[in-house]
C-alpha cells in the first residue's frame, strides 16, 4: 500500500441551521490513487472538498493531510499549495481580468517571479490546448472554456493532489477527450467528482459513492452495454 496522503476520521458537518451533510465520514486518500465520486445531488461531495481544503471545519472528526493534523487556517496554507481544489463553479476560481493573470496567479502566490510565474502560466495553457487565450478577458468566456481556464489555474501551481469538482460539466465530446487525454497523461493522485460514467471509466481506477454522509467504498459501478438506436446511428460515435 502507498503512502496515506489524506487520512479523514470520523468527520461530520452540516451547514448552520441545515440538517447533518456529513456524518462521521471516513476516507483515506494514498498516493498514486485515481478514485471517482459518484453520487446523487446534495449527497455531500463539493462539501467533503472543501472540508479536505479548510475551507469549512468540520463539527467533529480529524482531518490529517500529510501525515499532519489541520485545524487552524494557518495549518491549511500547505494543504492548499501542495493540493488543488478545481472548484464546482468556475466563477469561484477565476477573479481576474485576464486568463494569463489568472492562471499566473497561483504560482506568484507560491513566491515565483513574474517572469517565472508567465512563463509556467503560457506553458499550462499550451498544454490545455489553450495557447493564445492568455489576454482573453476572463469573464467573457464561454463556460467550457472558463472550465478549461480554471484546471488551467489549478495545474499551473503544479499541486501533487487534484480534487476536481465536475471537470467534464460543459465540455463538449472532442474537449472531453483532451480532458481525458491529460488526466492519463499526468502523474498525480486525484479524486474526481463526476456524474458521467463514460468519463469516470476513462479516467478513474476506483469508483466511490456517498450515501447518509458517508463513503460507500463497495458499490461497483454498473457499467454496462447497451443496443439502441438513433440517428446517427451508423456514424461513428460515443456515449458518455
Ligand atoms: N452554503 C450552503 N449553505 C447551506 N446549505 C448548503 C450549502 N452548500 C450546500 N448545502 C447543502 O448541503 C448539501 C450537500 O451539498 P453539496 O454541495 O456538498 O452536494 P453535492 O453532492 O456536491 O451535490 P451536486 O451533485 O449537486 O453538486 C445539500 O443539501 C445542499 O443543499
Ligand atoms: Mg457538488
Redesign the pocket.
Known amino acids: 500500500m502507498h503512502p496515506v496522503i489524506l487520512n479523514l476520521t470520523d468527520i461530520s458537518y452540516g451547514?448552520?441551521g441545515?440538517p447533518s451533510?456529513l456524518d462521521h465520514l471516513n476516507f483515506q486518500l494514498h498516493i498514486g490513487d485515481r478514485i471517482g465520486l459518484v453520487?446523487?445531488?446534495?449527497?455531500?461531495?463539493?462539501?467533503?472538498f472543501h472540508i479536505i481544503m479548510g475551507l469549512l471545519k468540520p463539527m467533529s472528526g480529524t482531518v490529517e493531510v500529510f501525515g499532519t493534523a489541520r485545524k487552524t487556517e494557518a495549518d491549511f496554507v500547505d494543504v492548499r499549495r501542495r493540493i488543488g481544489l478545481l472548484f464546482?463553479d468556475a466563477d469561484d476560481q477565476l477573479f481576474s481580468p485576464t486568463v494569463l493573470e489568472d492562471v499566473a496567479f497561483g504560482p506568484l502566490n507560491l513566491g515565483k517571479t513574474r517572469e517565472e510565474a508567465v512563463e509556467v502560466a503560457k506553458r499550462t495553457l499550451d498544454f490545455l490546448g489553450l495557447a493564445g487565450f492568455e489576454e482573453r478577458i476572463t469573464y467573457k468566456l464561454s463556460g467550457g472554456e472558463k472550465r478549461l481556464v480554471s484546471l488551467a489555474t489549478v495545474l499551473a501551481m503544479e499541486p501533487e493532489v487534484l480534487l476536481l469538482?465536475?471537470p467534464s460539466t460543459g465540455l463538449d465530446n472532442g474537449t472531453k477527450d483532451a480532458l481525458i487525454h491529460v488526466l492519463n497523461s499526468l502523474e498525480l493522485t486525484f479524486v474526481l467528482?463526476s456524474?458521467e460514467f463514460g468519463f469516470l471509466s476513462q479516467t478513474a481506477r476506483h469508483i466511490y459513492t456517498?450515501k447518509s454522509g458517508r463513503i460507500r467504498f463497495d458499490q461497483e459501478l454498473p457499467i454496462h452495454t447497451h443496443k439502441h438506436a438513433h440517428l446517427m446511428g451508423r456514424q461513428p460515435h460515443r456515449h458518455v
Open positions: 451547514y448552520p441545515g451533510v453520487a446523487p445531488n446534495g449527497s455531500g461531495k463539493t462539501t467533503l464546482q469538482d465536475e467528482i456524474h456517498m
